[in-house]
C-alpha cells in the first residue's frame, strides 16, 4: 500500500469518524444535557488530553528513534565493506583477489537474496552466511608472513569483518521487530476515547465545533500514520532501502580500476 493511500484511509478515517460523531451526538446532548456540564466536561477533556498526548509523543519518539537506528546500522554495514574490499589489495595476489570474489558475493546476496527477505524472516540470506564462512575458511587458511605490515592489516581486515558481522545481525533482528500490541492499544484506543469525548462537549454553533474536533482528530491520525509507516523499517511505504550497498558495490568498481 502506497504512503499517500494509507494516509488518507488513517488521516482521512480519523477526521470522518470526527466529525461524523460530533454532528451525530450534538442532538443527544443539547436534549439531554445542554451547556451546563461544559465546564466539567472540559477539565476532564483537557486532563485525559494531556495524558494522551504524553503517551503518542512517546511512541512516536520511540518509533522514530528505532527508525533511525536502522538506518545507521545498515549504513555502516554497507560503508565497512568498502575500506574492508581495499584491504585484500594489501594481501597476497591469489588470496586477496579470492577475497575481493566472496565480498562482492556477499554485498550482491543482501541485495538480491536477502533484502526482500527483510521484515518477514529474521533468518537472513543463506547465500550471504555462506559467502561469510567462506571468508573466515579462506583467512584462516592464509599463509602469511609474520611482517608487522602484515600483521597490521590482518588485524584491520578481522576488526571490520567483525563490525559487518556484528551491524548485519543487529539489522536482520531489527527487521523482525514489531511495535508490541499493547502499545498499539495504548495509541489507537487512547485517540477514540479522546475523540469520544469531543462529542460530550456543547457548543453554540455546529460549524466551529465540527471544525476544531476534525483538527483534533486529523492530528491523531496524522501521528498514527507516522508510527504505521515507520514502525516496520524494512517493510511498508517508507521501507529502507539496498542502495547502500549497490553504491558499496560502485565504488568497489572504482577501487578495481585503481581509483
Known amino acids: 500500500m502506497s504512503a499517500g493511500l494509507l494516509a488518507v484511509l488513517i488521516i482521512g478515517g480519523s477526521v470522518v469518524f470526527t466529525a461524523g460523531g460530533v454532528v451525530i451526538g450534538r442532538p443527544l446532548v443539547r436534549r439531554y444535557l445542554g451547556?451546563?456540564?461544559?465546564?466539567?466536561?472540559?477539565?476532564?477533556?483537557?486532563?485525559?488530553?494531556?495524558?494522551?498526548?504524553?503517551?503518542?509523543?512517546?511512541?512516536?519518539?520511540?518509533?522514530?528513534?528505532?527508525?533511525?537506528t536502522a538506518h545507521h546500522t545498515l549504513g555502516e554495514e554497507a560503508a565497512t565493506l568498502v575500506p574492508l574490499y581495499r584491504l585484500t589489495y594489501g594481501m597476497?595476489?591469489?588470496?586477496?583477489?579470492q577475497l575481493r570474489t566472496l565480498i562482492r558475493q556477499y554485498t550482491q546476496a543482501v541485495i538480491t537474496d536477502e533484502w526482500p527477505q527483510m521484515g518477514r524472516s529474521a533468518l537472513g540470506?543463506?547465500?550471504?552466511?555462506?559467502?561469510?564462512?567462506?571468508?573466515?575458511?579462506?583467512?584462516?587458511?592464509?599463509?602469511?608472513?609474520?611482517?608487522?605490515?602484515?600483521?597490521?592489516?590482518d588485524n584491520k581486515f578481522l576488526d571490520l569483518k567483525s563490525t559487518i558481522v556484528m551491524d548485519r545481525n543487529e539489522r536482520l533482528l531489527r527487521a523482525s521487530d514489531t511495535i508490541p500490541w499493547v502499545m498499539w492499544l495504548g495509541a489507537v484506543g487512547g485517540g477514540i476515547i479522546i475523540v469520544c469525548m469531543s462529542?460530550?462537549?456543547?457548543?453554540?454553533?455546529?460549524?466551529?465545533?465540527?471544525?476544531?474536533?476534525?483538527?483534533?482528530?486529523?492530528?491523531?491520525?496524522?501521528?498514527?500514520?507516522?508510527?504505521?509507516?515507520?514502525?516496520?523499517?524494512?517493510?511498508?511505504?517508507l521501507a529502507l532501502s539496498a542502495k547502500h550497498f549497490q553504491q558499496a558495490l560502485a565504488v568497489m568498481d572504482d577501487t578495481d580500476r585503481g581509483n
Open 92 to 97: 597476497e595476489a591469489t588470496e586477496g583477489a
Open 35 to 68: 451547556a451546563s456540564h461544559n465546564e466539567v466536561m472540559i477539565s476532564l477533556f483537557a486532563a485525559a488530553g494531556v495524558i494522551y498526548a504524553v503517551l503518542l509523543g512517546f511512541l512516536v519518539v520511540v518509533v522514530w528513534e528505532a527508525y533511525d
Open 125 to 153: 540470506s543463506h547465500k550471504a552466511h555462506r559467502a561469510l564462512e567462506k571468508m573466515d575458511r579462506l583467512f584462516a587458511t592464509m599463509d602469511r608472513a609474520t611482517k608487522a605490515a602484515d600483521a597490521e592489516v
Open 199 to 237: 462529542f460530550l462537549i456543547y457548543m453554540e454553533r455546529v460549524e466551529p465545533h465540527v471544525l476544531m474536533a476534525s483538527f483534533m482528530g486529523g492530528l491523531i491520525g496524522l501521528l498514527l500514520f507516522i508510527m504505521a509507516v515507520l514502525s516496520n523499517p524494512f517493510v511498508g511505504p
